[in-house]
């Protein structure tokens, strides 16, 4: 009989083992399923901060072309935005082939604003951005 009250109490703590087993079995995939969701979440977040910086840096790109576009509107009207900015506001006629020289290199500066806007739609349409 004593047997069999040792038997008994074996397999009462090889049960408390499988119970013991299993629990750390389950908390061991709930912390996995757990990784892989805070990594999903990482990812958007890093997705959406180069989404924001693509925008940032388009937006300093505008701003320096609008900056360059106003230049170039003083330069054709005979004013140098050097000379403006030590108190200078005297006008000087532009000679033809001066305004011939910033028409060419205006349009040059139009063509690489449309080619970077068309850039940066496509990218913003690729990211999945309206």
């Given at each position: 009989m004593a047997r069999a009250t040792k038997l008994a109490e074996n397999n009462r703590k090889?049960?408390?083992?499988?119970?013991?087993v299993g629990f750390i079995f389950i908390v061991l995939i709930g912390y996995i399923f757990e990784q892989r969701r805070h990594?999903?979440?990482?990812?958007?977040?890093?997705?959406?901060?180069?989404?924001?910086?693509?925008?940032?840096?388009?937006?300093?790109f505008l701003l320096k072309h609008q900056i360059g576009t106003?230049?170039?509107?003083?330069?054709?009207?005979?004013?140098?935005?050097?000379?403006?900015?030590?108190?200078?506001y005297t006008k000087h006629e532009p000679s033809p082939e001066k305004l011939q020289a910033l028409?060419?290199?205006?349009?040059?500066?139009?063509?690489i604003y449309?080619?970077?806007?068309?850039?940066?739609e496509t990218e913003l349409e690729l990211r999945g951005v309206e």
């Open positions: 090889g049960d408390e083992m499988n119970y013991i990594i999903r979440f990482l990812e958007k977040v890093n997705y959406n901060q180069e989404t924001r910086h693509i925008m940032a840096d388009h937006e300093i106003y230049v170039f509107s003083l330069e054709t009207l005979g004013y140098s935005h050097d000379n403006i900015n030590k108190g200078d028409q060419a290199e205006f349009q040059r500066q139009e063509s449309r080619s970077k806007n068309i850039e940066f």
